[in-house]
C-alpha cells in the first residue's frame, strides 16, 4: 500500500516531512521541515499528520521558524491510542510553537456504538479527514483541520461531539471567531468547515443535527467583500506605469509585468495564466487553451487580445520549462505555481 503523503520512517520512527518553498529556504536554513510525530505505528502517524502540517504552514506563512518540536507532544495531536513500547511524556511542551490543548489518548480502532465520551472532536476529524482525503486539495483539508483546532481550543477540556450544541456553536462564532478580528468572509470559510465535519458526522450517524447551520453570513456577496472593488482607470494606469522589479526584485518583477498586462487583457486568472504551457498556445489562431481552472467551465479556448499577442509569442520563445510562464516555483499544499506570483503581487500592489 502507498504510504501517505508527508509522511517519512527514520529508524521505525515517523516523522512529518514538508518542503520549504525555494524563497524562503534562505530564511528557514534549510529545504525541508522534518518534525517527529512520536510514534512508531504508521497508522497513528496517519493521523496525526493532517494538524502538524496545518501548523507548519502557519510558521512558513508567517516566515517563521520552530525553535523546537518536542516529539512527546506530538502525541496531542491525535486521538489514537498511544502504542505499548512507546514512552510516556515527559515535562511539557506548553511553551512550544505548536501549543495544542491535552487531549487523553483514545483508542479508535473499532468505531463505538451509539453515542460516547470517547468521541471527541479531534478524533472524529481524523476520521472525517481520512475518509475525504483525496477528493479535496490539500490546502483544503489543512484548512478543515485548522478550524476545527480553533474550535477546541475554545474549550479547557476535551469535548465529545454530540454534546456540541447550537448555543455552544454559536457562542464560539460570536464570542471568539467575530471577536478574533477575521474577516466575515474567513469566519464563513471556518464555519464552513466546521459544518462539513458535522454534516459527515449526522451521515455516520455520530450526532443528530448540525449545529454549525446558518451560523455564517452566506448573504449577498457584494455586502461581504464590500471592501473589494474595481481598480479607477487613474489606479491601473499607476498599477502599469510601475516598475515591479523596483519592488519585488528582477525574478518576479518581469513575470509581474507580463502578467499584468495579460490579465487585463484576456481576464484569465492568475492561476490560469501560470498554469499555462506551451502547447497551450495555439499560435495559427492566436489563442489560448486553458485546461484547467477553478470551475469545470474555465476551459476553454482564449482569443488573445492583439496587444498582448506579442507578450506570449516572446514567453514562448524564451521558455526554457515547457511553461509559458518559465522559471516558477510551486508553492502551498497542493503546489500552485501561482502560489508565490500571488504573494509577490500583494507586496507590489
Not at 513575470?255 to 495564466?273: K, N, P, S
Amino acid at each position: 500500500m502507498r504510504r501517505a503523503e508527508y509522511l517519512q520512517c527514520r529508524r521505525g520512527r515517523w516523522y512529518v516531512r514538508l518542503r520549504v518553498p525555494a524563497h524562503l529556504v534562505p530564511l528557514v536554513g534549510q529545504q525541508h521541515l522534518v518534525r517527529s510525530l512520536d510514534t512508531d505505528s504508521e497508522a497513528v502517524a496517519n493521523g496525526r499528520r493532517w494538524i502538524a502540517l496545518s501548523l507548519l504552514w502557519d510558521w512558513i506563512g508567517a516566515q517563521t521558524v520552530s525553535d523546537g518540536w518536542e516529539p512527546a507532544w506530538a502525541a496531542g495531536l491525535t486521538g489514537f491510542k498511544r502504542c505499548s513500547d512507546e514512552p510516556r511524556p515527559k515535562g511539557s511542551a506548553a511553551n512550544s510553537a505548536f501549543e495544542h490543548p491535552g487531549h487523553e489518548i483514545r483508542h479508535t480502532r473499532r468505531a463505538p456504538k451509539g453515542r460516547s465520551e470517547k468521541d471527541t472532536i479531534l478524533i472524529m476529524m481524523e476520521r472525517w479527514l481520512g475518509e475525504i482525503e483525496g477528493t479535496q486539495k490539500k490546502q483544503s483539508l489543512m484548512q478543515h483541520a485548522l478550524a476545527v483546532k480553533e474550535f477546541t481550543e475554545s474549550h479547557t477540556q476535551k469535548i465529545a461531539v454530540h454534546k456540541v450544541n447550537r448555543l455552544k456553536a454559536g457562542t464560539y462564532v460570536s464570542d471568539v471567531l467575530l471577536q478574533s478580528g477575521v474577516s466575515q468572509k474567513t469566519a464563513n470559510r471556518k464555519i464552513s468547515s466546521l459544518s462539513s465535519m458535522w454534516r459527515w458526522l449526522i451521515k455516520r450517524g455520530f450526532v443528530e443535527d448540525n449545529p454549525w447551520q446558518s451560523q455564517g453570513s452566506f448573504g449577498n456577496a457584494n455586502k461581504l467583500d464590500s471592501a473589494k472593488r474595481a481598480y479607477t482607470s487613474q489606479e491601473l494606469i499607476y498599477l502599469l506605469e510601475a516598475n515591479p522589479i523596483r519592488v519585488v526584485g528582477q525574478r518576479y518583477g518581469t513575470v509581474l509585468y507580463d502578467l499584468i498586462r495579460l490579465g487585463l487583457l484576456t481576464g484569465c486568472r492568475i492561476g490560469e495564466l501560470c498554469e499555462l504551457r506551451v502547447d497551450d498556445v495555439i499560435i495559427d489562431q492566436q489563442a489560448l487553451r486553458i485546461t484547467c481552472g477553478k470551475t469545470k467551465n474555465s476551459r476553454r479556448i482564449m482569443p488573445v487580445h492583439l496587444l498582448a499577442w506579442p507578450i506570449i509569442q516572446r514567453r514562448v520563445a524564451s521558455s526554457t520549462d515547457g511553461w509559458v510562464i518559465s522559471g516558477l516555483t510551486p508553492g502551498g499544499p497542493d503546489g500552485k505555481r501561482s502560489w508565490i506570483v500571488v504573494k509577490r503581487f500583494t507586496t507590489f500592489r
